[in-house]
């Protein structure tokens, strides 16, 4: 597709329940990242792939927080027994390379509000 | 604890008027970026600085990086109501890791 693109747009979910979020990243992009906003925030690093491998989780909260990237294009990031204070924009970006010779490129976010 | 702060966090003027948005960060890096934000939108990606002394210039914005005093300024030249956005500025850690500003909104009014 031209962009990255991210399902659902809008996640309305009761605490306690687990959520997937999904990520389809630029065709050929190497790189993909999640990031979590807060409203009035800027974007905090979850976690990025590089391929399929995993390369760094340090920003993923704590354990109920999951990402896999299986073939190198699709990504999903899983929030177990979620609780309210997950509530936040999640969004995915891709890029064609290591960030120092590109920049993100972000999709358009999962909208997550826990109830 | 890696830190980068924008300098101011609301910003309201006038078109036609030159303003200047600051970004410090606390640990030295050699890879800077600014992002553009639009009210419900995604980010858009203005600038990639990569060493010190980079200045980069897209239309009425342009963006410059020193290094040794680790601080990035993005400069507003006449504006106009079409740059109303919020501006984030980011520091590169490690091989690809973003750390981002608090954002820096923007209003440019007629």
């Known amino acids: 597709g031209a962009g990255v693109s991210q399902s659902p747009r809008y996640k309305v979910t009761k605490r306690g329940q687990d959520v997937a979020l999904r990520c389809d990243p630029i065709?050929?992009?190497?790189?993909l990242y999640w990031y979590r906003q807060a409203l009035g925030q800027g974007p905090e690093f979850l976690t990025y792939?590089?391929?399929?491998?995993?390369?760094?989780k340090s920003g993923l909260p704590n354990d109920r927080f999951s990402a896999e990237r299986p073939e190198g294009s699709i990504s999903t990031l899983t929030i177990q027994r979620t609780e309210q204070r997950d509530s936040a924009m999640y969004r995915c970006?891709?890029?064609?390379?290591?960030?120092?010779?590109?920049?993100?490129?972000f999709g358009n976010g999962t909208r997550l509000t826990v109830t | 604890e890696l830190k980068v702060e924008q300098n101011p966090l609301f910003l309201s003027m006038q078109e036609g008027k030159n303003y200047t948005i600051y970004c410090n960060y606390s640990?030295?890096?050699?890879?800077l970026y600014w992002y553009r934000q639009d009210p419900g939108k995604s980010l858009e990606s203005l600038f990639v600085l990569l060493s010190n002394g980079a200045v980069k210039q897209e239309g009425r914005l342009m963006a410059s990086l020193d290094t040794k005093a680790r601080l990035s300024t993005l400069h507003i030249t006449a504006a106009v109501h079409d740059l109303s956005a919020t501006y984030f500025c980011a520091r590169g850690q490690g091989a690809q890791k973003l750390v981002f500003g608090q954002g820096t909104r923007l209003t440019i009014n007629p």
């Open positions: 970006a891709s890029s064609s390379g290591t960030v120092s010779n590109s920049p993100l490129h």
């Open positions: 065709s050929g992009h190497v790189s």
């Open positions: 792939f590089n391929y399929e491998a995993q390369q760094d």
């Open positions: 640990t030295t890096s050699d890879r």
